[in-house]
Nanobody, 123 residues
Framework: VQLQASGGGLVQAGDSLRLSCAAS????????AGWFRQAPGKEREFVAA????????YYADSVKGRFTISRDNAKNTVNLQMNSLKPEDTAVYYC?????????????????WGQGTLVTVSS
């Protein structure tokens, strides 16, 4: 599976942004997917994840209520809708997939990673 993330950019605090991750390959519904982020000087952290079929989602406390993860398996895409953005959301955002339908939050349990897309939120 190859992943291609897009949609990052420079926005102001309070604005919204939608990230997309396009996956190659077949049977994308067999893969759980997630979004992670890494700010300068910090470790990569979990943001959101979704099960293979899309029925189960999980969010980091820091984004709960503001971010929404979704997927369209017919189009092999996973999206992250980010609302009410804050300067502390500034980071490179990565999409990831794992060869299981089960949602997990640990980066090391994901098998495939996209190249990252930069989100910058100004105050």
């Amino acid at each position: 599976v190859q992943l291609q993330a897009s949609g990052g950019g420079l926005v102001q605090a309070g604005d919204s942004l939608r990230l997309s991750c396009a996956a190659s390959g077949r049977t994308f519904s067999s893969y759980a997917a997630g979004w992670f982020r890494q700010a300068p000087g910090k470790e990569r952290e979990f943001v959101a994840a979704i099960s293979g079929g899309g029925a189960v989602t999980y969010y980091a406390d820091s984004v709960k209520g503001r971010f929404t993860i979704s997927r369209d398996n017919a189009k092999n895409t996973v999206n992250l809708q980010m609302n009410s953005l804050k300067p502390e959301d500034t980071a490179v955002y990565y999409c990831a997939a794992r060869t299981s339908i089960v949602v997990v939050t640990t980066p090391g349990l994901y098998d495939y990673w996209g190249q990252g897309t930069l989100v910058t939120v100004s105050s």
